[in-house]
């Protein structure tokens, strides 16, 4: 039984945006695996921060897959916008998507890979009936809205049941996890069963720059077990 690789995704939240594409550029050289993009409306969330056009300028600056993490109401209006900018990866939350099953279809009819995302206070009953129709779940370790904010300890005992859960019904999504993720909390949430690490200040605020952060991230994980899982493969992209 094989496991998937652990990915590091640096989320461009925490980044410098006046040297964007400079940043995004240290980051694929230091091998982070994807890079993850936080939306959000001032609706959902109490902040506002980017949309396609912002989403469209990283498509141009890196060729790393795009993971855009969608905290806006009704998502559905705006999956296309995302799509043609560039996105790779659509995450929507359950707590937006009162049709969740019709929006995931929506997102495989774009040709994109799917994802759902769960508040710390959403449990994970909620996506009992979805779990064959989503690429990645993603568990917030913090409240969205910010970045800086401090891991939520339950967290781990969420992605080990989610872990337990997906085996149990065969599925094949892989476990993402966002909010606090450092090189102390990273091995943690791996050994739990997370094969997704999102991280914004641990890389972007690192001391000794973003490439460093990402060392420092890959560092932590090097010879943590994930926890057992069905995977034949892990996912492409
Ligand atoms: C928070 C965002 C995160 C954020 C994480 O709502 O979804 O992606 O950038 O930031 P850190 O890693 O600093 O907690
Ligand atoms: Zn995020």
Redesign the pocket.
Known sequence: MSRPTVKILP????ADFRRLGQQLEEVERAGADRI?I?V?DGRF?P?ITIGPLVVEAVRQSTTLPLDV?L?IVEPERYLADFARAGADILLVHQETCPHLHRTLSQIKELGKLAGV?LNPSTPLSTLEEVLGNVDQILI??????????Q?IESSIAKVQRLRHLLDEHGAQAEIEI?????PATAPRVVAAGATLL????????APGGAAEGVRRLRASIAGVQTAECKRSSPQSR
């Open positions: 989320s461009i939240l925490s993850h936080d959000m969330v902040n993490h905290m995302v917030m370790s913090v409240n969205p809205g910010f970045g800086g904010q891991f966002d909010g606090g993720i450092d999102v991280a914004g200040s641990a890389i972007f605020r």
